[in-house]
């Protein structure tokens, strides 16, 4: 069984600091601290589908669309990583875009007679490219999907499901964006995302968020 001090000292020595949830989960099971240590690192710091640049982008947005400040680390990873301020504020930008889908929405839906939701759409998915910046046209549909999976604005985020698989985005890649969603927003909203995803995938729209070796 493992010690409170060898779990805290084993987590600070990877990570380089211990946040304040680290010593009280420590303090009274420390074999629980080790296990969500071991979770955290092969879920933000592993490679999977995407390269550390990648995901520190879709981390950037997600922390914004989830209203988190306190992602300090990230941008630090994100600098390590070789990304600089240009293609950091691009990201967030589109985090940015993401929520102007609201206002669209909510024009073409109460005044319908005089804005559609096709000149809506299409005005959003302008301001979605000149937010994109230097990101590429896929990742940036993932992280538009992010945003919007965590924003809960699921109609939006079919949209980009959708474009995302058209722009040559993988299963594996759309999985490992999403589950990014499990520490800022919690396991119910990240449930619902993946419903909104098998929906759009039993539609044919995409593929299925179960076959991580499917086609895009």
Same mark, same amino acid.
């Given at each position: 069984?493992? +010690? ?9 020595? #990877? ?19 080790? &296990?969500?240590?071991?979770?955290? =690192? ?8 995407? +390269? ?11 922390? !914004? ?14 600098? #390590? ?7 950091? +504020? ?7 875009? &993401?929520?102007? @889908?609201?206002? $669209? ?7 319908? =007679? ?10 959003? $998915? #302008? *301001?979605? =490219? !000149? ?6 046209? &896929? $990742?940036?549909? *993932?992280?538009?999907?992010?945003? @919007? ?9 079919? *949209? @980009? ?8 985005? +993988? ?5 490992? %964006? ?12 990240? *449930?619902? &995302? !993946? ?6 995938? %039993? ?11 499917? %086609?895009?």
């Amino acid at each position: 069984m493992a +010690t409170t001090k060898d779990v805290l000292a084993a987590v600070e020595r #990877k990570r380089g600091y211990l946040l304040t949830y680290h010593r009280m989960i420590g303090s009274s099971d420390p074999d629980l601290l080790a &296990a969500y240590d071991n979770f955290y =690192e092969h879920l933000t710091l592993a490679p999977r589908a995407f +390269t550390p640049q990648q995901r520190e982008l879709v981390w950037a947005a997600l922390q !914004v669309a989830a209203d988190e400040e306190h992602g300090h680390i990230h941008m630090r990873r994100a600098i #390590k990583a070789g990304l600089g301020e240009g293609i950091l +504020t691009d990201s967030i930008a589109l985090a940015g875009a &993401a929520e102007a @889908h609201r206002a $669209l929405w909510f024009g073409s839906h109460h005044w319908n =007679e005089w804005i559609s939701v096709d000149a809506a759409t299409v005005r959003y $998915l #302008k *301001i979605c =490219e !000149v937010a994109r910046g230097e990101v590429e046209p &896929a $990742l940036a549909e *993932i992280i538009l999907a992010v945003c @919007h999976g965590a924003r809960r604005t699921y109609d939006a985020m079919r *949209i @980009h499901l959708k474009r995302a698989f058209e722009a040559g985005a +993988t299963v594996a890649q759309m999985s490992e %964006a999403l589950s990014y969603m499990l520490l800022p927003c919690g396991g119910p909203t990240l *449930i619902d &995302a !993946v419903e909104i995803w098998e929906q759009e995938g %039993a539609a044919g729209n995409c593929p299925s968020p179960y076959a991580a070796d499917a %086609a895009p």
